[in-house]
């Protein structure tokens, strides 16, 4: 048998057979790492210090907002009254200003009127031509006016002073019509259309 099994082997060898078979010891696990007691404190109180302060920062924005929520309160209801106390009544304040500038067109026409026709013609202009051609209106005005007026009236028109109407008032009138054409009717025409 020794000479199947050849010459005895080595010890060397040996041993490498008693290796292969035998899986090779598990290596020692490393030592744990020791705690670091201080780091751990160090971190749980910057932890704690973050929590705290967030806390504390949503206490003290709840308790500032309850503080000032009466004082925005009063604010809103300032603000308020002082917008209703600045506002202007619109329907208040239109029959004034209608009324002045009636009475400011009013007096810039009357210089007109002191000034010459110009201002005149065109209303007597205007009130003839409602009328048809073959009418024969009579034009009515206070002497005055009709003074102004007279060397511009078409030929053949008939007129008649009257004192009760009041200067730059002219009428136009005919057995079944009468056309109003003074200063005041224009100006109410032109108050009609503002807005």
Known sequence: MSALLGAPAPAAGLARLLASLNPPPEPEPAPEPAIDLAALLTEARAEGEAAGRTAGEAQGRAAA??????LKSAL???????????????????????????????????????????ALAPLVAAALAEVAESALPTLTAHPDTLALINADLPPGLITRPDPALPPGHVAVAGPDYRIEAGLAERLARIIAVLP
């Open 76 to 118: 809103t209801v300032a603000a308020d009254a002082a917008r209703a106390a600045c506002a202007i009544d619109e329907e208040a304040l239109r029959p004034l200003l209608i009324g002045l500038v009636q009475a400011v067109a009013q007096t810039v026409l009357m210089a007109e009127l002191t000034a010459g026709r110009r």
């Open 65 to 70: 907002e309850a503080a000032l929520a009466p």
